[in-house]
């Protein structure tokens, strides 16, 4: 399985981005997918996952929201009221059943995408 990542960039905060996330490949092993932020200095945190259902973490709940087509196996993730705490690496995540907070059960994992919020 092969996710590739795209859809950052540098924006003001208030903005919006949507990020986007193709996966390629075994893609029977991609049920759940999910996204991920490493900011500097800190470790990878779960943001929010999909697979029959939606999970958020609370720092983005209300702000943040993942959508799939699986028609196209890729999953959305689109970024509303951003703001400069948001700044990071984002990666997209897949397995086949964990859809939870935990990055190491994950087990396919795309390349980063930056996001950076200015104030």
């Known amino acids: 399985v092969q996710l590739q990542a795209s859809g950052g960039g540098l924006v003001e905060a208030g903005a919006s981005l949507r990020l986007s996330c193709a996966a390629s490949?075994?893609?029977?092993?991609?049920?759940?997918m999910g996204w991920f932020r490493q900011a500097p200095g800190k470790e990878r945190e779960f943001v929010a996952s999909i697979r029959w259902s939606t999970y958020y973490a609370d720092s983005v709940n209300g702000r943040f929201t993942i959508s799939k087509d699986n028609a196209k196996n890729t999953v959305y993730l689109q970024m509303n009221s951003l703001k400069p705490e948001d700044t990071a690496v984002y990666y997209c995540?897949?397995?086949?059943?964990?859809?939870?907070?935990?990055?190491?059960?994950?087990?396919?994992w795309g390349q980063g995408t930056q996001v950076t919020v200015s104030s």
């Open positions: 995540a897949s397995d086949l059943t964990y859809t939870g907070i935990q990055a190491a059960k994950y087990a396919y």
């Open positions: 490949g075994r893609t029977s092993n991609t049920d759940s």
